[in-house]
Nanobody, 122 residues
Framework: QVQLVESGGGLVQAGDSLRLSCAVSGLRFSSYAMGWFRQVPGKEREFVGVISWSGLSTDYTDSVKGRFTISRDNAKNTVYLQMDSLKPEDTAAYYC???????????????WGQGTRVTVSS
């Protein structure tokens, strides 16, 4: 059974930092690209960033470039999303997902976590 479990969300103030974690089990983690997505109620889910299986390649949506960093530890089957200089518009539920391909389109992701909520107050 594949499981992706996010953690690390919470309530912070604008300018603060948070690090989200996503622990993965039930699949060969080192063979999957890992993506982060976010969703605000009433809006479509949005791509945040992706990291390749090796960790050597990353890609981000423009609104988080220079503020968010994705990393992974294949020995721990965990992917991270370091979020710095948080803004109120970053408020959302954040989801990690696994894909066999290094893609930004959520339709390529077949395994998803349950999400962790991030709230950034102004």
């Amino acid at each position: 059974q594949v499981q992706l479990v996010e953690s690390g969300g919470g309530l912070v103030q604008a300018g603060d930092s948070l690090r989200l974690s996503c622990a993965v089990s039930g699949l060969r983690f080192s063979s999957y690209a890992m993506g982060w997505f976010r969703q605000v109620p009433g809006k479509e889910r949005e791509f945040v960033g992706v990291i390749s299986w090796s960790g050597l390649s990353t890609d981000y949506t423009d609104s988080v470039k220079g503020r968010f960093t994705i990393s992974r530890d294949n020995a721990k089957n965990t992917v991270y999303l370091q979020m710095d200089s948080l803004k109120p518009e970053d408020t959302a539920a954040y989801y990690c997902a696994a894909s066999v391909a290094y893609k930004t389109d959520e339709r390529n992701y077949h395994f998803w976590g349950q999400g962790t909520r991030v709230t950034v107050s102004s």
